[in-house]
């Protein structure tokens, strides 16, 4: 049986309909979709010729609130992929540490307890922090999917998040006992972009190095009348990792480690609404006790403001480094830096929107663009089209990807 065929029957199995199923005083309710998607790249990689990628997947969500105090969340995806960046196996994936996207995996699994103003989430969730858009420097706690770096999912660690609220302030605290990291591109795919010195040379996946020990993280939020702003410590490891390489003789190859340093990071971040503008602004400062990983400030400083069913938001994300390592690093957030970075989304109607988001390296040696259309057709049907163009020198974040720009387009039943 296929996987689609699978993830229908699933799916058909668990949701019989999409409204609240209430029994007494308790509450189930679910969500989900089946969505289909294929990219098209018109130019070839070196080291990837193939240029035409599909996927499946089904999401299903599902949310019981057995009492006031309590609730239960769920949800499971089941993924297929036409050029292997799907695992073969058949398991329930709960760690989300494979190389490639679990054929079948838990996406959630908590349960969260709620008394008065203080709220305690436990299990598998989604953690975000910061304030700006595009990069945010403070969000250490949402490892992402980059095995297609420009269109990252965020994934969800395992632990407990309690937060407090007292009038205007808000105290959250995090555990994490167990790291979750980031999914790097595939080192045989085209979102690994191969030096010109390395061209012809097999690169081999020797795996990782998972680091030992829990993650902690504070933040305080204050909400005021003219402005809100948050300051937050985080102790743990960076979920993108360093990347230790070597060579090997007979045949002649390149093994590629992952290793992910212990990091410290100090963050703050604002928000001040104007006549205008919004004005948002969000910085870290990441240390750490490595001898070979950077040390470096994040920022970012942007305004938004809204006109009519158009939201625009403009600004800067910068960079400065403190401390130079030694070892390469695979590292979008900081390869968005040094850019001029923007986003538009225009609400065409009930059914329609249009969604435009770019980023111009200050040297103009790397350029990224999307645009992407969206409608709906009834309550359950939505198709959207993407293009995506990538321009700029090589030896830029932005730049290697230059073959790959590329348009998707995404047919989704949600249900």
């Known amino acids: 049986m296929s996987v689609l065929s699978t993830a229908l029957l699933v799916c058909g199995a668990i949701v019989a309909s999409s409204r609240p199923v209430v029994v007494g005083a308790q509450a189930l309710t679910q969500r989900g979709f089946v969505e289909g998607s294929a990219r098209v790249f018109p130019q070839q990689a070196p080291n990837d010729p193939e240029r035409l990628v599909a996927d499946v997947l089904a999401r299903v969500e599902l949310f019981f609130k057995p009492t006031p105090w309590m609730q239960l969340a769920a949800g499971v995806d089941l993924r297929a992929n036409s050029h292997a960046q799907v695992d073969d196996r058949w398991r329930i994936d709960l760690d989300e540490r494979g190389s490639r996207r679990a054929r079948a995996s838990v996406r959630r699994l908590a349960v969260t307890l709620t008394r008065g103003p203080m709220s305690l989430e436990v299990g598998k969730q989604f953690i975000r922090w910061g304030k700006a858009d ?72 020797a795996g990782a190095t998972w680091p030992e020990g829990a993650e902690t993280g504070l933040r305080w939020s204050h909400v005021g009348a003219r402005a809100e702003y948050s300051v937050s410590f985080f102790n743990g490891f960076n979920h993108l990792p360093n990347i230790d390489s070597r060579v090997l003789p007979a045949p002649t190859r390149i093994e590629l480690t992952r290793t992910y340093p212990a990091i410290r990071v100090y963050g703050a971040d604002a928000a001040m609404p104007t006549r205008w503008l919004t004005l948002k602004g969000e910085a870290a400062y990441v240390r750490s006790p490595s001898a070979f990983t950077d040390e470096y400030v994040l920022y970012v400083v942007q305004a938004e403001r809204q006109v009519g069913e158009w939201v625009v938001v403009g600004g800067y994300a910068g960079e400065v480094v403190t401390a130079r390592g030694s070892v390469l690093a695979f590292a979008p957030d900081r390869g968005m830096t040094k850019s001029v970075v923007g986003r538009a989304s225009y609400t065409i109607d009930g059914s329609r929107s249009l969604t435009l988001e770019t980023a ?45 720009s590329h348009v998707a387009l995404t047919l989704r039943y949600s249900f």
């Open 134 to 205: 595009i990069v945010n420097p403070t969000d250490r706690f949402a490892p992402r999917d980059f095995i297609s770096v420009v269109d990252a999912e965020f994934m969800a660690v395992t632990g407990a998040r309690g937060v407090v609220q007292s009038g205007s302030e808000t105290f959250e605290g995090v555990w994490v006992p167990r790291f979750t990291p980031s999914r790097t591109p595939l080192v045989d795919e085209r979102w690994t972009a191969v030096p010109a010195a390395a061209t012809g040379v097999p690169l081999v996946d």
């Open 360 to 404: 111009v390296r200050q040297n103009g040696e790397g350029v990224y663009a999307r645009a992407e259309y969206s409608q709906a057709r009834g309550q359950h049907w939505r198709a959207t089209v993407t293009g995506v163009a990538i321009a700029g020198h090589s030896d830029d974040f932005l730049g290697q990807y230059q073959r790959n």
